[in-house]
């Protein structure tokens, strides 16, 4: 479904009820947080990767993304390890500045030399924000999970009686797409557990 489709069922839904009177563009907002919310507490835990070339004499580099998303760095393929800036005790390591990576590589300030695709930076997926401007946009969750976002705004502008109909069937899909996203490892860790 796209958004317009997704604003569309929750209006449906909603019927006749007090929900009827929320703005379509309160409506977006709504499945905008919900769809993030389901990404930041439940996503599946796959990171993006941005990759940067490393130019020698430059130090800071901006961020793909906020800091607290930064999952893992490596310089040439090498995971480094995150310090306080001027932490002159490890001999390479990243250090955050405001919006900007700074490399502290092999004990210089600046690198040495350049490497063409030498940074990369793993970080939590953050989804795209939705909104009324474009209601052609496709969540970022498996279609089949769609439903979670129309489940997800009608708790909050239903009517009360019918709310917890919308709440129950929340919780069932959010169990299921819990279950799918889960790390495959772990997936298989608790077949043996429970064998």
């Not at 993030?36 to 020698?56: F, Q």
């Not at 969750?141 to 502008?157: Q, S």
């Amino acid at each position: 479904m796209i958004l317009g489709d997704i604003v569309e069922e929750i209006l449906e839904k909603v019927g006749n009820g007090p929900g009827r009177d929320v703005s379509m563009r309160s409506i977006v907002r709504k499945v905008d947080t919900k769809h993030k919310e389901i990404h930041r507490l439940y996503g599946n835990n796959s990171d993006d990767m941005a990759v940067l070339d490393i130019l020698e004499g430059i130090a800071e580099y901006p961020l793909p993304c906020a800091q607290g998303n930064i999952t893992s760095v490596y310089v040439n393929d090498v995971r480094i390890p995150f310090r306080a800036r001027n932490d002159y005790t490890m001999v390479t390591y990243y250090y955050l500045i405001d919006q900007s990576i700074g490399l502290y590589l092999y004990g210089n300030l600046l690198p040495s030399q350049a490497w063409e695709q030498g940074l990369k930076i793993f970080h939590k997926h953050v989804p795209a924000t939705l909104t009324v401007n474009d209601l052609n946009a496709e969540p970022d969750l498996e279609e089949t999970y769609h439903m979670l976002l129309v489940y997800g705004v009608l708790i909050d502008i239903a009517e009360p009686s019918i709310a917890g109909k919308y709440e129950k069937a929340y919780r069932e899909l959010l169990a299921d797409y819990i279950q799918a996203t889960r790390d495959p490892e772990s997936n298989a860790i608790s077949e043996v557990f429970s064998l």
